[in-house]
């Protein structure tokens, strides 16, 4: 019973260091490592009625797109929403805010900045995040502008979702919601992650069948009477005639 407990330690211990299982840590919650890359969104847009009585979200159109979001001093992108006009977005993240201007403003990547001529605060929409952690790896912040209220969700590092709610004084009220995923390119997997498992389980069995074989008896040695003959070992079921 001993040899068998040592033997599923011994075992447990092998397969733990060959699949190379790692305890992280909470990923460190950092907007801009975040929010840079590549990511794949989809929009919907529900438009929100009111049916005796009760509120009513029917589905606009869904559109998806990808969105590349690059820069140092500051974070750019630019899209094309579902009618084909293109849009422009500029990131500005410290600590735990971020300040999310949206536009047709011109972007100069190469300089960092938007063209002069086409920056204007009062005709572009400027919304500031303030974030706060509500779970394991994830943050919620809320944001307004003149007619949109903002409800920003982030899961570190993978994933957020972004709702706008449209309020405008005469019209449409609507949510647009913007599912993001990140593209994660994974690097190539080591020769443990690949085959350490399999490696694990060899390594056991082997362990196990040469413990099998120490265990076993050694072979009775044949009896010799008083004349020298040899006569069948104890418990033998083979009988002279």
């Not at 190469?110 to 706060?132: G, I, K, M, Q, T």
């Not at 809320?142 to 957020?160: M, R």
């Not at 350490?196 to 060899?202: P, S, T």
């Not at 076993?216 to 010799?224: E, L």
Request: net charge negative; glycine share 8%; proline share 4%.
């Amino acid at each position: 019973m001993k040899i068998h407990v040592a033997a599923l330690v011994l075992s447990f211990f092998i397969l733990l260091s060959c699949v190379n299982i790692n305890c992280q840590n909470e990923p460190n919650f950092d907007l801009y490592e975040f929010l840079y890359g590549e990511w794949n969104i989809n929009q919907q847009l529900r438009n929100i009625n009111s049916v005796d009585k009760e509120m009513n979200f029917e589905l606009d159109y869904e559109h998806e797109f990808a969105l590349n979001i690059t820069g140092n001093e500051y974070l750019f992108g630019e899209f094309f929403d579902s009618e084909g006009e293109r849009l422009a977005v500029k990131l500005v993240a410290e600590n735990e805010q971020l300040r999310m201007v949206f536009g047709d403003f011109e972007i100069d990547f190469d300089a960092d900045e938007f063209a002069e001529e086409e920056e204007d605060e009062d005709e572009n929409d400027s919304v500031l995040f303030e974030f706060e952690k509500v779970g394991y790896g994830k943050y919620t912040a809320f944001g307004q502008s003149k007619h949109s209220a903002f409800e920003l969700t982030v899961q570190i590092p993978v994933s957020f979702t972004l709702q706008v709610f449209s309020m405008p004084e005469e019209g449409q009220q609507s949510i647009q919601t913007y599912y993001g995923n990140k593209v994660i390119h994974q690097p190539e997997p080591s020769f443990f992650k690949k085959y350490g498992f399999m490696i694990g389980i060899g390594v056991v069995m082997i362990f196990n069948m040469m413990r099998g074989r120490a265990q076993q008896p050694p072979a009775a040695a044949p009896v010799q009477d008083g004349e020298g003959n040899q006569e069948a070992s104890p418990g033998s079921d083979k009988k002279e005639e």
